[in-house]
């Protein structure tokens, strides 16, 4: 097999979804992932092998709290006919490349914990696992919240996954900060708000479940530090 590895273009998106959908079992909007395409998203990578789309990693930069831009290994997926064969790793290391041209803080990625294989290839990488586990929480925000817009400790992050657009999130989970995401989420139409829990800090539990939000997993931080602090 003879993997080549370049940036995605519109026209790649249907192949995209079909690997995205095979992988995750889930459906994946191919005029979405088209549109984020030629909007001109340009930290992702896809794999061919034998001129076909074997994989895809879909990355993009958000911004800390404290303005540090991180590239975010968002989704990575490989054909299940071509898994095993080291273009996960390949892709990994291209996203890490990019990271370091782009002159980035830290690339990171958000891993189920159960999911062994990416466990394994991010610590293979170089990638660092944190030291805490979360519960991620998520809601579909419905129109019509009209919270506060700044609150301080609370830091939001727009998203634009090939999934979904939302919101992300960061820093304190008050009742305020949560109202706020949801609030900024609907005025402007965001499909979805996330929230990370510590397993050791059960405190905000019952904020996000009053506000709608669900438990869909366990995961892990994988970082991996380019810059000192
Ligand atoms: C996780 C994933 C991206 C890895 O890509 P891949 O191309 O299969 O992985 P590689 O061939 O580069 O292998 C990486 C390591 O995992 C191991 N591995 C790969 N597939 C494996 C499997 N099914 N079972 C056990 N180990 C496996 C490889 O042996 C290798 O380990 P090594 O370096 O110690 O030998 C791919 O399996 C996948 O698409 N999974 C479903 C989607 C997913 O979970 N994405 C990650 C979260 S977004």
């Known amino acids: 097999m003879s993997v080549s590895v370049r940036r995605p273009s519109p026209s790649d998106a249907s192949a995209i979804a079909v690997i995205a959908e095979k992988t995750f079992g889930e459906p994946f ?13 340009d930290c992702s990578f896809v794999a061919l092998d034998a001129q076909e789309i074997r994989a895809f990693a879909d990355n993009f930069i958000t911004v800390s709290e404290t303005g540090d831009q991180r590239l975010e290994l968002d989704l990575l997926a490989v054909d299940p006919k071509a898994q095993g064969m080291g273009i996960g790793r390949r892709l990994i290391a291209e996203s890490l490349l990019l990271a370091r041209e782009l002159d980035v803080s830290i690339i990171r990625a958000l891993v189920r914990s159960e999911n062994l294989v990416m466990r394994r290839l991010c610590d293979s990488s170089g990638f660092a696992i944190s030291e805490r586990r979360y519960d991620l929480y998520v809601t579909s925000p419905e129109p019509g919240w009209n919270g506060p817009l700044d609150i301080e400790g609370t830091h939001l992050v727009p998203v634009e996954t090939l999934a979904y657009s939302g919101i ?3 820093g304190r989970l008050s009742r305020a900060g949560i109202v706020r995401a949801l609030s900024v989420a609907a005025t402007q139409q965001l499909q979805r ?4 829990v510590a397993q050791s800090d059960r405190a905000p539990v019952q904020l996000l479940a009053d506000k709608g939000f669900q438990a869909i997993g366990t995961y892990n931080w994988w970082t991996f530090k380019l810059k000192n602090d």
Request: hydrophobic share 40%; aromatic share 4%.
């Open 29 to 41: 909007d191919r005029d979405r992932i088209g549109g984020l395409l030629k909007s001109g998203r």
């Open 168 to 170: 992300w999130i960061e």
């Open 193 to 196: 708000v996330g929230a990370l």
